[in-house]
């Protein structure tokens, strides 16, 4: 069975009506020790909820804004904000195909599902950047002949994502784009969810092949 974001939306909205309904109940004239700090727990838990239904549920309550999208402009901003965030110790590299047109779309939400995965390469990189030897590189080039949900596309842009850093770990591979999966402590397991979102939107779709030293996230979107 494939789990949707939708599903676990639905899941996470179902878990904040039963919390909230708990901690409702035992917040009315309870003094309780004991059930105050069950209470807490569940005020707590109960908002953490609500805060992962509004990211998840986020790019479907913005407008679609369409207009003429060039894949090096996008890379290029996130580029910008790797540099200033990460001075020292991590290369940004581009190996572009300028020859690649324009397509509609919405460029604010590519930046954004572009910058996740850039992100994460980054916070993945940290012993590398340490080092001085973190390496990132936005790659694009034009596919022939893909298939995307069943379509056949004469031409696709193809964005790669690539990094050096230790690889996906092996426990999350197959559900690396699923809801609240991260595999780093203080992850939301929302970036990546997100990304695949906007991309599909474009009806893209967003691939990996992770391997310690060599990670590559590859971006389809139809460009005819």
């Not at 549920?57 to 003429?68: E, I, M, N, Q, Y």
Request: glycine share 8%; proline share 4%; charged share 20%.
């Amino acid at each position: 069975m494939v789990v949707t974001p939708s599903d676990c939306c639905k899941d996470l909205i179902s878990s904040r009506t039963c919390l909230l309904s708990f901690a409702s109940k035992f917040d009315k004239g309870s003094s309780n020790n004991n059930t105050l700090g069950s209470n807490t727990i569940a005020l707590a838990t109960a908002t953490l909820c609500c805060w992962l239904v509004d990211r998840l549920l986020a790019p479907h309550r913005k407008p679609h804004v369409v207009g003429d999208v060039n894949i090096h402009e996008v890379c290029e901003r996130v580029r910008a904000v790797l540099l200033a965030e990460y001075p020292k110790g991590l290369s940004v590299q581009r190996d572009y195909d300028l020859s690649i047109p324009e397509f509609r779309g919405d460029k604010e939400q590519l930046i954004q599902a572009v910058m996740n995965i850039a992100q994460n390469a980054a916070l993945a990189l940290g012993d590398l950047r340490a080092r001085g030897k973190a390496n990132i590189t936005f790659k694009t080039r034009v596919a022939r002949q893909i298939t995307m949900g069943k379509v056949r596309y004469r031409l696709a842009l193809e964005l790669h994502v690539m990094d050096n850093g230790p690889g996906v770990p092996a426990a999350i591979k197959d559900r690396l784009f699923y809801p609240l999966v991260s595999g780093r402590d203080g992850g939301t397991g929302l970036g990546l969810t997100l990304a695949q979102t906007f991309v599909q939107q474009h009806q893209g779709w967003i691939e990996c092949e992770s391997e310690p030293g060599s990670t590559d996230f590859k971006i389809l979107i139809p460009l005819s």
